[in-house]
């Protein structure tokens, strides 16, 4: 799936003294407290991270409340959707006029009507609405379904996508995975949606906590014979 990264980052958490003794624990909330959220730097949702605190040291800032900054280096997995991208979700609701679609267990994506391609046809198959191809009757779209869409805008504050189904290479996973890899749409290829995620440079952020502490971040930064039936 498109829209994964993975970014290199030194850091450097600032904690209050009054977690001296227990530092590790005070850095991993720190950083907890920015997963599944938008960040502007990192322009992308932070899923998941690695750290590692190389030393035992740390710098001890001046003023009222002299907090300290621990140096660390993580490895932060960057969820970050931009248009013509390639996503992939679980159809959570499906209607006449739009499929719902959750990516990644946390953010939803709708595709209406009009970016449904014309092949779909909206049915009700034993007392469940399903979009179904006309040109391929096993390729079924209903609730549950594991899809793949491409991106067409992504609102960065709640974290909704609208999507598309409008592109070939576009449906039921299960069925595209039978009948596309073949290089039936040679404008993309699954070998291509599966590729490594890259590794990319990032900027640099000052947030705050709901504790208050600051938080400094500076990166360094099988295959089927068969063609699928027109």
């Known amino acids: 799936m498109d829209g994964l990264t993975v970014a290199e980052a030194d850091l450097v958490v600032y ?30 949702v932070i899923l998941a991270y690695e750290i590692d605190i190389p030393g035992e040291h740390a710098k001890i800032l001046s003023g009222l409340i002299p907090y300290f900054g621990v140096k660390v ?12 991208m390639l996503l992939e979700g679980k159809v959570v609701k499906l209607v006449k006029e739009s499929i ?16 449904i391609r014309e092949e779909f046809r ?9 979009f179904a191809s006309s040109s391929h009757k ?10 793949r869409f491409l991106v067409k805008s992504l609102d960065e504050e709640i974290l909704h996508i609208s999507g598309s189904l409008v592109p070939p290479h576009t449906g039921c996973i299960r069925w595209l995975s039978r009948h596309v890899e073949d290089g039936s749409h040679p404008d993309r290829s699954l070998k291509e949606l599966k590729k490594d995620v ?21 990166t360094r930064t099988h295959k089927s014979r068969k063609r699928a039936r027109e």
């Not at 705050?208 to 971040?217: M, T, V």
């Open 15 to 44: 904690v209050h003294p009054s977690k001296a003794n227990k530092a590790r624990h005070a850095v991993l909330r720190q950083l907890s407290s920015l997963l599944f959220t938008y960040d502007e730097i990192f322009d992308g």
């Open 122 to 130: 909206y049915k009700i198959k034993h007392g469940a609405g399903v």
């Open 100 to 115: 719902h679609v959750i990516v990644l267990g946390f953010s939803s994506a709708a595709i209406m009507l009009e970016d």
């Open 73 to 84: 280096k993580a490895n932060l997995l960057i969820f970050s959707p931009r248009p013509d």
């Open 198 to 218: 890259e590794r990319q440079p990032q900027g640099e952020v000052i947030t705050h906590s709901a504790q208050g502490e600051k938080f400094l971040n500076q």
């Open 138 to 147: 096993r390729h079924v779209i209903k609730t549950g379904s594991m899809i």
